[in-house]
């Protein structure tokens, strides 16, 4: 690869420059970006940005320039060296676990500790005793063992009761012997485990004298503690490349009749007693249940900020990439459109531009609806804790509360996570050629975040878990012994309104416009309720109406939600009105057009009609892009990611878009120091391969 | 690595095994595969498919194992040492064009020859005088000469009239010089040109006297024919890593004045004069339409099969993957489900498959048009040979097929494309977690096909086509002088009913489902004439009218070109009755899924009724796809896709899943040559580095 000649390097973009265009674009709109930044994140948490973000860009390590470069073995080496030196950086600053997430955030790849630092250390403290955090928690915080959570299976994935892996209770030595009977019960998909971990919590079916008691977690050591090979017995590795993660060893593990002793088995909730060699049951299984219910509405947290990094690559560039002229310009106007000006890639990112505010608040709605139940359970243990003879006992609005919870975050866990994938690859098409370029940073994301759809519940699957809370709330309702919750209030509304119609004026009113969608989630889940129980369908035949049913109910939440944040008391407090006007019209784009895209379902509840829909479609909604379109990059701005985490050339926040693609092409990339022979008939491939000059040091 | 041990070897799956399930399964079905396959491909491509494959199954370059795991650079050097191969093996074998491009379809994967093969060839042929192809088609068609098609800038994609790249006649000494002014000038994306080309047809702005005449194609020499370096004033490269397509050299391409002769100017259709320096005007500029036509074309008729891939696979998987029990199953019955039996997976998988014949047969009819319209224009050009000295003359119906031709091949592109990219996702996500691995063989097919969405027209912009031509037409038959085609038609049926009303039996009769996508089709248009020419509402305003206009009318085609498939005499003699029974009812489930999901507009227009789509929806939908499902497997089995193809572990035709995924993790994974000191606190990375002992050799 020859040096750039000096003409070259003479070269700029043809005028007006992307810095000008995006510095006119940012001045079109009076929002205050900084207020809307503080209101979304608070101030703490900007300023724990930037002082984590110093201090990562000044590693060589956490380098991103070689990235997008790498194959599968080169990437996992460096995410190996990130990973170490982002512990040694936790150890030396004396990070919490929230600095070590956000610096994780900053770096944006999966890595090698990723499973060890949360579901190993989670699964010890939560399920482990006091005697197991001794001996299984202490070295593992301290990072003298490295651990994984194995559960699920090559065969065996959504379905927990179906594993093959067992774990029978040898009375004569009180021990547990770890046994994988066929292929398909190796651990399969599990993070940290392919390369890096020397410890597994693995779960397996437990077995006490030919009897089985359905899946238990068990401590067993891997790997060599000083040499790191696989122990006798141990067949384990990485499960070869994806379509993404593949920064992260994903790993397979088979056990050959593994011996572990008997505290190896995690006791907090149920054990076996070594002097009666029988089964002790669990004390309160809730509390299980609600380390799921946590994951999942962290996910429904984060979905929104995930959609908006290519929310905001997209709009930026859409901004500073030109296309065509108007068609109707005046003849003799010059240059070309902004293609930002035009409604058909409005009508593309604006909606998700509002949904990333949508899912942001109703992650946050999700996550204090956790915590009040938290507080609600911990009171409940604490009440078991003293009548432990007596067995679990829950009150009735704790296991209320749980039921809602655990819908809850299953029907929002699947929309969130759905929109957000989903979303980032119309953004990504929406930035046309280039987006297809790695230098635009939304494949190498999407591609990583595509999983979140499928683990903790595959996103089709959970929605039978959102319709049986519903039609069990619904036949409380008929029956008249339900809990007074939202859901059971906007059925008894439905069921009284039923006969008049509801005339609900979408197009006029918000809180209508929020009962509209109510009304359809009604509507549908008496429906289903009626093939379930009246016409006595198979659970099956049903599916896609559950699903349809979910998803229907799922968006209610999230424009409820996103209408009761515009109602607090802090945002008027914080933002001023012209900043609560563009995000009210966020509100109404995300809820119109959710609306208009689901229209037979609305028209067939009856709750709106059909003019009312061609409305939206043909008037509000156009009108509510054209008047969100000058705040576009504002709100985008708002989002705050720095330029170093987005690692795009065209997202960059000064619009320098092709001067950075043309650099990372011309100087970063290693193939150019490949010359080819390029005649078929000639034996040689490559003439002068100078490409390991490209390669970063570690 | 170490060895993998006896136990290891000796684990077989848990019963039933894959390839029982998947035996069972195909005796389901009474289809003649084989039959049917004829009647889809015609034996004689089969036959030609068997006999490449097993000359490419025979060749050490061409082994896939290695695929999933090499980084970019790797990939490259493999794509250009089986590029160089596949080239031997043609002139070994006198391929001819067909045989060459089956063998890249069974090869399945970009390489560094692409754009020479295609672009550059066809321009030189279709676009040089007797001359020019002496000059310069000779010796590339030779591969003495390795060239590429440079038209896309880096600040220029879709409008070709923007580009800025100059051309300038020098009448001094009779040369153009070629040049770039600005950054943005670069090309860009350009298949071949990164690393492999030594030629480009540059298309540039061709400037005679200061005064521009629009973009034209000149050839141009960039690297030394011998060295391979670039000349002087010549800056090329690799434009960095993709999505997908990484298997290919896309470069960037600067000039620095660089001139080239008279004859460099691809002269066939416009020239400049060397003795009077003036500009000499094209002879039929629609020859050279006709080209994009026949790309989009192609695609179109690709689309079927790009999908189908991805269906052959999830089918299969999801005929050995087995989830959780049937809910209403009677207690004490044993085993998992089937994941082929759940109506939700039915219901996203089902539908694609039908959208693969649809597309099938929809490419078929396309491609028959653009026959038909190249004889007429082969006749029109003859005529105008005659007239020379009077311009190109077209005949009133050539020019009315071609603007219909133009206008059908966008709007499929455009619906083809988009219903295959996104058709494929679905698929991988129907695989659940094992979709995301590598193995699975749908994420990589789907990454290379996704530019197919943006290329040759982004899916978006080409709805502006259809919609264009579907108003001119409206205006034709309102005024009394359309043409009589399909499309006039329909407008005109509309027109005399719409005051009446359509009351289209869309449940009961198959002509009645085209009608209904008919009227549809005609109650946009008018609509959106009538925003037009009476509200007179801007261009840009009804872009997203447009775009569903588009959609509407290529569902349309795409509904009538497979009902008009099942009513041909060939099918009736080649297939037997069961046969073209199930395809019957895959035509009704593609029609009917497509209606529901497009319902709002199906009942806005009064096309059907409120009451007929829920019973589309709740009945009719899920009825077919019950019965369909039995003969799922038989369908995706008469696409013939060898194993050797699709590469998939999923997918193989004997259901074999789970020991091809664990083969290939444990045997054939590099990673697993690494062997890493885990503690953060250790400055040693890896311990033992054996991943070369993986790579396969060249």
């Not at 900053?106 to 630092?117: D, K, Q």
């Not at 021990?175 to 292929?183: G, V, Y």
């Not at 379509?243 to 190896?264: A, E, Q, R």
Request: charged content about 20%; proline content about 4%.
């Amino acid at each position: 690869m020859s040096p750039t000649p000096q003409w070259v390097k003479d070269l700029k973009p043809s005028a007006p420059q992307g810095a000008e265009l995006i510095k006119v674009e940012r001045e079109k709109s009076k929002i205050s970006v900084e207020k809307l930044s503080n209101f979304l994140f608070t101030k703490d948490v900007l300023e724990r940005q930037a002082k984590i973000l110093k201090i990562l860009e000044a590693e060589k390590v956490f380098d991103k320039s070689q990235n997008y470069f790498d194959g599968r073995v080169d990437k996992f080496k460096t995410a190996l060296a990130r990973a170490k030196r982002l512990r040694q950086l936790q150890v030396k600053h004396n990070w919490n676990r929230d600095d070590y997430m956000m610096a994780n955030d900053l770096i944006s790849e999966p890595g090698p500790y990723g499973l060890h630092a949360s579901m190993y250390l989670t699964t010890l403290e939560g399920q482990g005793t006091p005697e197991q955090h001794k001996l299984f928690l202490e070295p593992a915080q301290n990072y003298k063992a490295i651990g994984c959570y194995a559960q699920t299976e090559l065969g065996h994935g959504s379905n927990v009761r179906g594993l093959e892996t067992t774990a029978t209770w040898n009375p004569e030595d009180k021990t547990f012997i770890l046994h994988s009977p066929h292929l398909t019960a190796s651990k399969w998909w599990i993070g940290s485990l392919g390369r890096t971990a020397n410890h597994a919590v693995v779960m397996a079916q437990l077995i006490i004298a030919g009897k089985p008691y359905g899946p238990h977690p068990f401590v067993c050591q891997i790997r060599d503690m000083k040499t790191h090979e696989p122990l006798e017995g141990v067949h384990v590795g990485d499960i070869g490349p994806k379509f993404g993660y593949n920064t992260m060893d994903n790993g397979f593990l088979l056990l050959n009749h593994v011996k572990v002793p008997h505290i190896n088995m995690l006791a907090k909730f149920s054990r076996v007693d070594p002097e009666t060699n029988k089964y002790v049951k669990p004390s309160s299984p809730s509390l299980i249940y609600g380390t799921l219910t946590w994951v999942r509405s962290t996910i429904v947290l984060q979905s929104g900020g995930v959609l908006a990094r290519g929310v905001t690559i997209a709009t930026r560039y859409a901004a500073v990439r030109r296309q065509f002229q108007d068609r109707d310009a005046p003849s003799g106007s010059d240059g070309e459109n902004q293609v930002l000006n035009y409604t058909m890639v409005q009508f593309r990112l604006l909606p998700l531009l509002a949904a990333t505010f949508a899912l942001h608040f109703t992650g946050k709605a999700m996550m204090a609806l956790y915590q009040e139940n938290q507080k609600q359970m911990q009171a409940s243990a604490n009440t078991a804790d003293t009548n432990r003879g007596a067995g679990p006992e829950e009150t009735h609005s704790g296991s209320d509360l749980l039921a809602d919870l655990h819908a809850t975050s299953c029907g929002l866990k699947a929309l969130g996570s759905t929109t957000a994938a989903e979303g980032l690859e119309v953004c990504r098409r929406a930035c046309g050629g280039h987006g297809y370029s790695s230098f635009g940073g939304i494949g190498a994301w999407y591609a990583d975040y595509l999983p979140t759809t499928t683990w903790e519940g595959d996103n089709y699957m959970l929605t039978q878990q959102v319709a049986r809370y519903l039609l069990k709330s619904a036949r409380a309702v008929l029956k008249g012994n339900a809990p007074n919750n939202d859901t059971t209030r906007i059925f008894t509304t439905f069921l009284q309104k039923q006969d008049m119609g509801a005339a609900h004026d979408v197009l006029g009113s918000d809180s209508d416009l929020v009962a509209a969608f109510a009304w359809r989630t009604s509507f549908l889940t008496f429906e289903a309720l009626k093939h379930r129980d009246v016409e006595k369908n198979s659970w099956n035949s049903l599916l896609v109406d559950f699903w349809r049913l979910s998803t229907a109910h799922s968006q209610y939440l999230v424009v409820k939600n996103f209408y009761e944040a515009l109602q607090s008391e802090s945002l008027r407090y914080e933002l001023d009105p012209a900043t609560i006007d563009v995000l009210h019209k966020l509100f109404r784009l995300y809820a119109l057009i959710t609306l208009e895209k689901e229209a037979s379902e609305f028209y067939s509840s009856s709750a709106v009609t059909v003019r009312q829909i061609q409305l939206a479609r043909t008037k509000a909604v156009m009108k509510l892009l054209e008047e969100i379109r000058p705040h576009a990059l504002s709100l985008v701005d708002a989002w705050q990611f720095p330029d170093w985490q987005l690692d795009s050339s065209l997202g960059r926040k000064d619009g320098k878009v092709y001067e950075d693609m043309f650099y990372r092409a011309s100087e970063l990339n290693p193939l150019n120091g490949l010359t080819v022979d390029p005649y078929p008939d000639s034996d040689v491939l490559i003439k002068k391969d100078e490409t390991s000059k490209f390669k970063s040091k570690l």
